[in-house]
């Protein structure tokens, strides 16, 4: 018995070392730019005014009217196929820093929070004096500094790593 159990975690392992790999590291090939922080100018397309100072009230105006561009049936619901649509589209636009919606809660369907929910967490982020707006200080800071242009070098978001999400975020979320 125990022979037949050895067997078979062998035959096992050795299938599962045998899979070929579709994607290999290629050291001589383009890195792919994975700045999120230049995901922060992006924010500027809600500023409903444009002042240069996005308020969370227009990032919030501004989400509701995209989601309701893709909610064509109004039920606050995007199914798999619009959300595969939807990531593909952000994948050819923003490359490396696109923001794949997330079926968080699994069931099936996209409503606004989760649609909203990176933005929205973004936006807390950065909004480092808790204001509710996010002024051209704050979203420059969160834009990478080349070396000796000011801020902390290779961190381009003016040291303020490591914040949490705080409330008043997506309700229910």
């Known amino acids: 018995m125990r022979k037949i159990v050895l067997l078979l975690a062998a035959a096992a392992l050795a299938a599962c070392t045998s899979t070929p790999r579709e994607h290999h590291w290629n050291p001589n090939a383009t ?9 922060a100018s992006s924010l500027l397309r ?14 919030l105006a501004g989400l509701h009217a995209e989601f309701n561009t893709y909610d064509v049936n109004r039920t606050n619901c995007l199914g798999p196929d619009q959300v595969r649509a939807i990531n593909e589209m952000r994948v050819q636009q923003d490359a490396s820093q696109a923001t ?22 973004l936006f807390d982020t950065l909004d480092t ?16 500094h ?15 790593h490591g914040r949490g999400r705080r409330g008043g975020g997506v309700p229910g979320g």
Do not use: M
């Open 146 to 160: 080349a070396p000796g242009q000011g801020g902390q070098p290779g961190t381009g978001s003016g040291g303020h």
């Open 100 to 121: 794949p919606l997330v079926d968080w809660n699994q069931d099936g369907c996209i409503d606004f929070n989760e649609f909203s929910g990176n933005t929205l967490s």
């Open 31 to 39: 890195p792919r730019d994975e700045n999120w922080h230049s995901q």
């Open 129 to 144: 004096n808790s204001d509710g707006q996010l002024t051209p200080k704050e979203l420059n800071a969160a834009t990478p």
């Open 46 to 59: 809600y500023d409903g005014n444009h002042d240069g100072t996005l308020t969370r009230a227009e990032l």
